[in-house]
């Protein structure tokens, strides 16, 4: 075992006395050691029943002869963090998580791992750690919050608090009833109801094999989750004896299948960033064109909010991920789960139960899946789009450009109604490097569906967006404003013509018109100058390529 390192032989008898010094039997050196890592904190809803589930985790791994050891993980609500400058930390604490996994795990010689998590970064952070070291691993995700209710009206944060602050600036909503949806919005524990980034990546680790069937959509507050963070520390002693890792199960095929089901389900463009992230760790070559690829070939077939009106509980009431596997199963590969099961194996034993919620290949909500990738002057290197949940009439368009060098000075003109039909907001220095940190633009995009603007106003941004934005929102864009890309020499005024069919972001502008600025461009100085940020910006690279750190 990996474990004997730190507790066989003579010379390790100081090693033994501190593993006692912990309480640890006799009887616990001699097995597996599991190490259980846990972001549970108080103040993510997508959090706090981790407490219970750490205890059905470790009873699993106990009762299956391996000595669980449960350590800390960091974990940041992106909903919290959302419209100030606190989202910053956001996507660079994924990397920061991964080496705190790479770190207590090695530093600990542990046998196996259990990645309790649930939200935005952290489920990739721990995933890519693991990859990192390379021993037996499930991912145990805390499932998903249950729909609101006001009335009979089924709510969801996103659609009836993000957007809602639109609709009560301009009058729409009454101070009692945004008083009620603000109570409402978030009736239990668990990641945020749609198919926004946690869940998403949920439903995608699952599909990728690392967790066991069912994990990606069972709401928080069910036995059926307990269940399976029991199972689950039954399994890893198991895996740990068949010595089966996470490159055993994270493959191209196994992504090229996670891709897929995106694509199918219409998840977080945040996917794109970790799934790319992951492969990195992973030693597998992907890119943007292989997600545009898949999405062509690939129809979207389950219309979950933001884009739809059915919630995460729904899809896991209609089967699950085993059902959706099961509908796509003439496209995908088969691959190996950590329960010991083949993909093929675990669509057999699949029922879809709704047809609406799960739609067949013939019968999708939209021919193609939920992302594109766009490509022109604007971004060289791609940027991403939501294309499912943009409407019809929005598909193409072109527009002038409204330039704001960061989120907050977006979000004061489109509150303040200096944003008009036919105009395009361009937010840029919101870069990995630039920002630092990439932030989501939840606040302004929720803001221009509240005013009704998200037929008529586009969003262009080399930041990035929550699982929950809707609209012509287009985001990633690569290279960003300060590695000196177009979108750093755009003016207020400038025709930016957007046409999703057909792949293309370009703004309309003459070379000479271009050498004429570069010549008298000024770069901003950097936002952060110490500190994590400060270093994350120096290492970190382009969204085209996952936002990873440099190989130094």
């Known amino acids: 075992m990996n474990s004997d390192k730190i507790k066989k032989g003579l010379e390790r008898m100081p090693n033994r006395a501190l593993l006692y010094g912990t309480g640890l039997h006799q009887s616990h050196i001699n097995r597996p050691f599991i190490g259980i890592a846990t972001s549970f904190t108080d103040i993510i809803p997508g959090h706090i029943n981790m407490r219970t589930l750490e205890r059905y985790i470790e009873r699993g791994v106990e009762n299956s002869n391996g000595t669980p050891f449960l350590f800390g993980v960091p974990g940041i609500c992106d909903g919290i963090a959302m419209g100030h400058t606190g989202m910053k930390h956001s996507l660079p604490s994924r990397e920061m998580i991964a080496d705190i996994i790479e770190s207590v795990a ?14 935005d970064k952290i489920t990739p952070g721990m995933i890519m750690g693991a990859l990192r070291i390379n021993i037996p691993t499930i991912v145990v995700t805390a499932g998903p919050m249950l729909s609101g209710n006001f009335g009979m009206k089924r709510l969801s944060l996103v659609r009836d608090t993000f957007e809602a602050v639109g609709r009560v600036k301009s009058g729409e909503m009454k101070e009692k009833e945004r008083n009620i949806l603000e109570e409402e ?51 890893i002693v198991t895996l740990v004896k068949k010595n089966i890792k996470p490159r055993d199960i994270v493959t191209r095929n196994s992504l090229e299948n996670a891709i897929r089901v995106d694509m ?25 064109k292989d997600f545009d690829r898949l999405s062509k070939d690939t129809p979207h077939i389950s219309n979950l909010r933001p884009g739809g009106e059915y919630f995460i509980e729904d899809l896991d009431h ?117 920002g630092p940190g990439m932030r989501e633009m939840l606040s302004p ?108």
């Not at 069912?214 to 039954?234: F, M």
């Not at 294309?387 to 598909?395: L, R």
């Open 445 to 552: 995009t929720s803001a221009l569906v509240g005013l009704g603007l998200h037929k008529s106003v586009a969003l262009i941004t080399d930041g990035r967006f929550s699982g929950g934005t809707r609209g012509p929102c287009i985001g990633h864009i690569s290279p960003e404003a300060a590695s000196l890309g177009m979108i750093a020499y755009l003016k207020d005024g400038d025709i930016i013509q957007i046409d999703i069919a057909n792949r293309k972001l370009e703004v309309l502008i003459t070379d000479k018109e271009l050498e004429n600025r570069k010549k008298t461009f000024k770069k901003p100085v950097p936002k952060v100058k110490q500190g994590y940020l400060s270093r994350y910006a120096q290492m970190v690279t382009s969204a085209s390529t996952g936002a990873v750190f440099k190989n130094y």
């Open 264 to 288: 199918a389900l219409g998840g977080s463009s945040n996917t794109v960033l970790h799934l790319m992230a992951i492969a990195h760790e992973g030693g597998v070559d992907l890119t943007l």
């Open 318 to 434: 209609a089967g699950g991920i085993p059902a959706v596997l099961k509908r796509l199963e003439p496209k995908l590969n088969d691959t190996l789960n950590v329960s010991g099961e083949t993909l093929k194996q675990i669509t057999k034993r699949a029922t879809i139960y709704n047809d609406d919620i799960i739609r067949p290949l013939n019968q999708y909500y939209h021919k193609q899946g939920g992302i594109a990738v766009l490509y022109g002057n604007l971004a060289p290197e791609g940027a991403i789009v939501k294309q499912s949940a943009v409407e019809e009439s929005m598909m193409t368009f072109k527009g002038r450009a409204r330039v704001f060098n960061s989120e907050e000075l977006s979000m004061k003109a489109i509150l303040s109604g200096k944003i008009n039909k036919g105009d395009v907001v361009v937010i840029r220095y919101e870069g990995p490097s630039g």
């Open 185 to 235: 919005a978030c009736p239990s524990c668990g990641s945020c109801q749609g198919l926004y980034t946690a869940n998403t990546m949920a439903c995608l680790t699952e599909t990728i094999g690392l967790s066991l069937p069912y994990c990606g959509t069972s709401p928080a507050v069910l036995n059926k989750k307990i269940r399976i963070a029991y199972e689950s520390g039954q399994r």
């Open 106 to 119: 090695s530093a600990h010689a542990f046998d196996g791992l259990i990645l309790l998590t649930n939200c």
